[in-house]
Nanobody, 123 residues
Framework: QVQLVESGGGLVQAGGSLRLSCQAS????????MGWFRQGPGKEREFVVAISGSGGTTYYQDSVKGRFTVSRDNAKNMVSLQMNSLKPEDAAVYYC????????????????WGQGTQVTVSP
């Protein structure tokens, strides 16, 4: 089992940057694929990015390609999401999630979730 705690959210102007971090507990972090999802007001939780256990494979939602970068440090049990050129439509609660099923876009394949961190982007 793994516990996840996100940090790094906040208020930023459009065009600005934020870096989200997700700290995981446990000794087997490298065996988990990790994902970031987001949920805006009145919207379903949607896939943003995913990274394999080794960090060698990544998936991105089309709308964030070229602006967001996911990375992980297995020695520190941490996964990060660098978000650049933020847009108002990126505003949401961002969730970190873990799966034992490799790397996935489908939120239903993630068994472990953090509590979320709010990202607000002003026009």
């Amino acid at each position: 089992q793994v516990q996840l705690v996100e940090s790094g959210g906040g208020l930023v102007q459009a065009g600005g940057s934020l870096r989200l971090s997700c700290q995981a507990s446990g000794r087997t972090f490298s065996t988990y694929g990790m994902g970031w999802f987001r949920q805006g007001p009145g919207k379903e939780r949607e896939f943003v990015v995913a990274i394999s256990g080794s960090g060698g494979t990544t998936y991105y939602q089309d709308s964030v390609k070229g602006r967001f970068t996911v990375s992980r440090d297995n020695a520190k049990n941490m996964v990060s999401l660098q978000m650049n050129s933020l847009k108002p439509e990126d505003a949401a609660v961002y969730y970190c999630a873990a799966t034992r099923l490799g790397i996935a876009r489908n939120r239903d394949l993630y068994a472990y979730w953090g509590q979320g961190t709010q990202v607000t982007v002003s026009p």
